[in-house]
């Protein structure tokens, strides 16, 4: 059980493993899934589940996604996001009571299903209760922004000139190299006078990836 209430209106850095570090995501089709579980369960309580949705034809597909971003209320905004092959990243501002717990809890059950129905397993896929910390300045922001989209040059999975080719983070929705938006990202790109400069940003850090722990305690427990 959480040891603290998660206040609405405040932003906060949430991520997760897989139960026993396993991998959670392995292959293009499951990160393709999360990416829209992540997307489409930022909105509460929609006529129907996502997996129920994708079984509609194209068009009402197309109608039915259209509406629930335009009407939606939302559970959070998703302000970036990287997922690692055995666990993930959020940077969340909560936008009604219970919005942050009720979004991991959708998004938890909605993608668990579907990973556990692929691989013949059952039982949790997500490792308890998620992890959370407040952002309690616009500096620790932008620092955490900064963490969560250089992650998988931190871990090795990509060096530092493949980080902008890395699909599975917002990484590419702030740098406007794809056209697909979920992330309400003004929160920290209005700190930036161009998307080039907050590539620059990012990249002054990724040299020290290595020394990571001198922002850590701004993002980790």
């Known amino acids: 059980m959480r040891k603290f209430i998660l206040a609405t209106g405040e932003v906060y850095h949430v991520f997760n493993r897989g139960v026993e570090k396993r991998p959670t995501f392995t292959d293009k089709r499951e990160y393709q899934r999360a990416m829209m579980t992540l997307d489409f369960y930022r909105f509460d309580h929609p006529k129907m589940g996502l997996a129920k949705a994708l079984q509609l034809d194209m068009e009402s597909r197309q109608v039915f996604f259209a509406k629930l971003k335009k009407e939606g209320k939302k559970l959070v905004e998703l302000i970036c996001y ?39 397993r059952v ?5 308890g209760v998620f992890k959370a910390i ?27 000139d493949g980080l902008i080719s890395y699909d599975w983070s917002s990484l590419p929705e702030y740098l406007t190299l794809q056209k697909e938006e979920i992330c309400d990202k003004d929160m920290v ?17 990724i040299d020290y990836a290595r020394e990571i722990e001198a922002i850590k305690h701004l993002i980790m427990e």
């Open 82 to 120: 990287c997922l690692m092959p055995n666990h993930f990243h959020l940077l969340l501002k909560q936008k009604t009571d219970g919005g942050i717990t009720q979004y991991l809890k959708n998004f938890a059950n909605s993608y668990s299903r579907y990973f556990n129905t692929k691989h013949k």
């Open 123 to 127: 039982g949790p896929l997500f490792q």
């Open 134 to 160: 407040r952002i309690e300045d616009e500096d620790q922001l932008l620092h955490v922004s900064r963490y969560i989209h250089i992650n998988p040059t931190v871990e090795y999975l990509v060096n530092k």
């Open 189 to 205: 790109l209005k700190n930036f006078s161009s998307p080039k400069k907050y590539r620059n940003f990012l990249y002054d850090q």
